[in-house]
């Protein structure tokens, strides 16, 4: 791995050069590690359990249809209009789908690769920043295993393609601030730019606000203006050259796309009274400490460290990096955990930096108080599931594995942290082996409960050829919907009773018969049946998705589990 010369900047502006990091066999072996990690415990956790509802089944459903029926434009969710992301997010997915097939690796993959990235972006920059392999090791390693980071790096979602664009495109502005030639200056406004324009494309207009959040106070503080004036335009040129030609594409085949996009997912999500996920201001001050967990007691550290020193230039732009957005969606009326991720890059290059300036000097007392207090929690948690399953039975006696991985996880929490309390210099960076333990395991340690009400694909998938041979399908739940959908590769599932977020598209009146209400399903039923066999999957949590039930016909072959029912009914005689 190479770089080019850095530059120092000093508070008072002027700049000398440091010799290129050179890579050293620490470095290696630290990259290394990072590579083995990735690979235990984000790639190979990634078909251990079923697609979550209600995202992954609708990313994975949304991507596969796109690629199926060629359509690499216009979203459609079960070939209905589903305009609230734009496209490139889902080519993502599509791509990984279509190398690795339609299985649950193929559609996690993006979200692994991106975070992945994103992990090697902070070993980039902290190198560019520190020169120091130490310190590069160890700040890729806290956002590795910062909590929420590791645990969306195995979900199918667009959070980690957004937050890797948006990481990209800050990076890039550092390296534009430090290069010493204009050529490399130019060369790095060009990666903002691709990055914004990629960006845009994955979720939206934020996209382009973030680093003009940052890049604006700091050329500001920095008397540098007139850089950003010159080579501002470059990257807007180059996002645009991105981006434009499928947003002239989507405006051509769909020409409500913008109007709805625009108003529904950014004006009202930030401003409206009835914005959706509406949270109060302060709800990412107690999520950021969520978010950074196991490394949460060292955030005082970190904030005083790094305020003390806020007027060097790569401190100062990554505190700006960090409570900029971290404002910015604190004053939205929309909230989501996963819109902080962007935060957590700068995040962890503070914290790697505080640190190993801990470790320089001996100082362990906040590195052991941090292991200390995961043990506390570990332990909780451990006294918890036994109380629980004494009482309650939550695992029944046929999942004793998955029990079994709870316990594994929670002792490796436990273990991993003692470590850290015992010799705090020595294994500061243990509590990682838990996070990691954390986020590969526990998903494949839920109880039936919780795999059956949130993971229906898996239930689906023991169905599968029963289903495969009906010709009409029905659902009175949108996650079950999507997972049977993308399960049988078949995006005509008719809705009952349900509309959910599909009300914009299901408003199109070429989507009526796509709706079947409690009056109508009696006819429905009749009609599907003269064509074929029908296969229905219903979720029955209710009082009102119980009446549902009762309202079909009671000929068909019945498969129950859970809140979950899968209904066969013949083809009717003529």
Not at 100 to 114: E, K, P, Q, T
Not at 469 to 493: E, F
Not at 562 to 568: F, K, P, Q, T, V
Request: aromatic share 12%; glycine share 6%; with cysteine.
């Amino acid at each position: 791995m190479t770089s080019h010369n850095n530059v120092l900047q000093h508070p008072a502006g002027k700049m000398s050069r440091r010799p290129a990091p050179a890579t050293t066999a620490v470095e290696r072996w630290i990259v290394l590690g990072l590579l083995l990690a990735f690979v235990l415990f984000y790639l190979l956790p990634l078909v251990s359990h079923g697609l979550w509802i209600p995202d992954e089944t609708r990313y994975g459903q949304i991507a596969q249809e796109m690629r199926m029926s060629g359509d690499w434009i216009a979203p459609h969710f079960m070939g209905i209009r589903y305009f609230e992301k734009p496209i490139a997010g889902y080519w993502m997915i599509a791509i990984g789908q279509a190398v690795f097939g339609d299985n649950l690796f193929g559609v996690r993959i993006a979200s692994a690769l991106s975070t992945g990235l994103s992990v090697w972006l902070t070993y980039l920059i902290a190198r560019r920043l520190w020169n120091d392999p130490r310190k590069s090791g160890a700040c890729a390693l806290l956002y590795m295993s910062f909590g929420l980071i590791a645990g969306q790096a195995g979900y199918a979602n667009l959070d980690p393609q957004f937050t890797f664009w948006v990481n990209l495109s800050l990076v890039a502005l550092w390296f534009a601030i430090d290069s010493p030639s204009g050529k490399q200056r130019l060369a790095a406004w060009a990666v903002l730019g691709a990055a914004c324009g990629m960006g845009f494309m994955t979720k939206g207009f934020l996209a382009w606000l973030l680093p003009v959040l940052i890049a604006l106070p700091y050329m500001l503080w920095q008397r540098r203006l007139g850089e950003l004036l010159r080579y501002g335009p470059i990257a807007l040129v180059v996002a645009a050259a991105v981006s434009l030609p499928w947003v002239l594409a989507i405006h051509h085949q769909e020409p409500d796309f913008w109007r709805f996009f625009f108003w529904n997912e950014h004006i009202r999500r930030f401003a409206a009274d009835d914005a959706q996920h509406a949270r109060p201001w302060w709800f990412y001050l107690p999520l950021l400490v969520v978010s950074s967990l196991p490394w949460a007691a060292l955030l005082p550290s970190t904030f005083i460290q790094a305020w003390k020193n806020k007027r060097e230039p790569a401190l100062g732009f990554l505190l700006l990096w960090l409570l900029l957005p971290l404002t910015f969606f604190s004053l939205s009326s929309g909230k989501l955990p996963t819109y902080i991720m962007p935060c957590l890059l700068p995040l962890a290059l503070l914290m790697g930096h505080a640190v190993m300036g801990l470790i320089d000097q001996a100082q362990d007392r906040a590195i052991r108080f941090n292991g200390a207090i995961n043990v506390v929690l570990g332990c909780v948690g451990l006294i918890a599931l036994i109380y629980i399953q004494a009482t309650k039975e939550i695992f029944e006696n046929t999942e004793m594995f998955s029990l079994s991985l709870a316990y594994i996880v929670l002792a490796g929490w436990i273990i991993a942290n003692a470590l850290q309390v015992s010799r705090p210099l020595q294994f500061w960076a243990a509590p990682a082996l838990g996070s990691w333990l954390l986020v590969a395991l526990l998903p494949a340690a839920m109880p039936a409960t919780i795999v059956n009400s949130k993971m229906p694909d898996q239930f689906i998938a023991e169905h599968l050829e029963a289903l495969s041979q009906t010709s009409s399908l029905l659902s009175n739940d949108l996650g079950a919907a999507s997972a049977l959908s993308w399960r049988l590769k078949r995006p005509q599932v008719d809705l009952f009773n349900t509309i959910g977020e599909l009300k914009y598209g299901l408003d199109d009146p070429a989507m009526d018969s796509r709706k079947v209400t409690k009056d109508s399903v009696g006819q429905w039923m009749t009609e599907a049946r003269k064509k074929g066999s029908v296969g229905v999957v219903m979720r029955v949590n209710s009082v009102q998705e119980v009446q549902e039930v009762e309202l079909l016909p009671v000929d068909g072959k019945r498969y129950e589990r859970g809140n979950l029912e899968i209904l066969i009914f013949p083809q009717s005689k003529p």
